[in-house]
């Protein structure tokens, strides 16, 4: 499967799999310190570093699957909106501008919506001063689509 991301956001991945990778030792100290107490089975110590080793190598294992199967999102120009794009848009009178991303990283409150969403899914292959209609969970939303960046 592809995931979609820029270059950006592709490098911050890969210096968190870097970090993550770094912090294996750590852990790893921290386990066999634990064990050198005694009794496992009611040792907090070990059970946290446990926790904290499977999540970190869960982490690792889904970081190392993003990067290689990682299309680079380039910033696009043309007629018809597509993954990359900045968008100018109205609804309701009110101005917005989205850009087209990949669901990693997607943040709304910026503006970066993922192509998987509702509101990139809809926006996708469509131009400048068509309406796009949204259904969202209090009804139907319209956008208008002012420009493509």
Known sequence: MNHYITQEGLEKLK??????KAKRQGIAERIEEAKSLGDLSENAEYA??????????????????????ATIITHQTGDTISI????????????????IVGSEEASPLEGRISNESPLGKAFLGHRAGETVEVKIPKGMVSYKIRAIK
């Open 15 to 20: 210096e968190e799999l870097k970090d993550l």
């Open 48 to 69: 946290q570093a446990r926790e904290e080793q499977s999540f970190n190598e869960g982490r690792v294992v889904e970081l190392e699957e993003l990067v290689k199967n």
């Open 84 to 99: 990359g794009c900045t968008i100018e848009t109205e609804s309701d009178a009110v101005e917005r501008v989205f850009t």
